[in-house]
């Protein structure tokens, strides 16, 4: 029996529209618009793109969006300066500096200068800290967009096994932490796990976030396994074309798991969401009104 395809792109469009609700309710009470300020360093064109589509999500959903575009060519003490200037702005809950960075510019650095209270990609230690600890914190993204799909899928997640591909800082280890939360067993597991295929198929939740297409296999799946697929790969295709897979071959694993993300569609939609979300988050915590119902 085929799978089930994971909508991620409804799932984020129900939750842009909670969100919108959520900022409405925001400005009546607080005389202002939740504000998001993006800095975008340089001119790599994905980059670029992100913050078009982020600014334009932002006004969608009723929210104030702040643009600082910057030269190639900014220095990193200049960049740091910008950032505590949006530190101290009343009108901005949350900052989001655009990655990659160029190369004379230490990324650490600068995500360490952000405020953690407006640290709306969630990469700051002090929240990477509280996530893992099990305090309120902003959560990353991606893997919070990932859990929410999970949770709508499969409702309790107490007791799963659950095996993440990948650990970087943004996916991997993020994502492990929320499934803990959720008192998942899990394992991280990466290029030098011994025997890969055998550790992915005990699984009952495979997320996969390695940047390899189509590494992971049907017969690395676990029948009736759910399987979220975070891997974004452009290939080469037929008649000189490119196309759009995942880390996860997708046709053949959708033959066996009981549920799965499709690239695009499944996870790409939930990241930008989930920023509009954790902006209002950040937005009510630092003005001490409450947590929002349905965030």
């Known amino acids: 029996m085929a799978a089930a395809v994971i909508d991620g792109k409804a799932f984020a469009q129900g939750l842009r529209g909670r969100v919108a609700d959520a900022a409405a309710r925001f400005q009546a009470e607080t005389g202002r618009a939740p504000g998001l300020a993006v800095v975008l360093v340089g001119e790599d064109p994905a980059s670029s793109v992100y913050v078009r ?3 334009k999500a932002c ?36 900052i989001l500096v655009q990655l990659p960075l160029p190369k004379q510019i230490d990324d ?7 405020d953690p209270a407006k640290d709306v990609d969630g990469f700051h230690v002090v929240n990477a800290g509280r996530l893992a600890v099990g305090e309120d914190a902003l959560v990353p993204c ?6 929410m799909l999970l949770k709508d899928q499969m409702g309790d997640l107490s007791g799963k096994d659950a095996v993440v591909i990948g650990r970087s800082n943004i996916v991997g280890k993020p994502m492990a932490q929320l ?5 998942c067993t899990v394992t991280i597991a990466h290029s030098r796990t011994k025997d890969l295929p055998a550790v992915v198929r005990r699984a009952d939740i495979v997320v996969a976030a390695v940047g390899r297409p189509e590494m992971v296999k049907a017969d690395w799946i676990k029948p009736g396994a759910v399987v979220i697929d975070v891997g974004i790969n452009r290939i080469d295709a037929a008649e000189g074309k490119t196309r759009l897979v995942g880390d996860v071959a997708y ?45």
Do not use: F
């Open 53 to 55: 589509s982020k600014g």
């Open 251 to 295: 046709e053949e694993a959708a033959d066996i798991a009981s549920a799965i993300t499709p690239v695009p569609g499944g996870v790409g939609p939930m990241t930008i969401a989930v920023l509009l979300r954790n902006t209002v988050v950040a937005a009510r915590a630092r003005l001490g009104l409450g947590a929002e119902a349905g965030l």
């Open 179 to 183: 499934l803990l939360g959720e008192s």
């Open 59 to 94: 006004q969608e959903a009723g929210m104030k969006s702040i643009e600082h575009r910057l030269a190639e060519t900014t220095t990193q003490a200049d960049l740091i300066a910008l950032v505590e200037a949006l530190n101290a702005d009343p009108n901005v809950d949350g």
């Open 108 to 114: 650490k650095a600068v995500i360490a200068a952000i």
């Open 142 to 147: 991606t893997p919070l967009g990932c859990l």
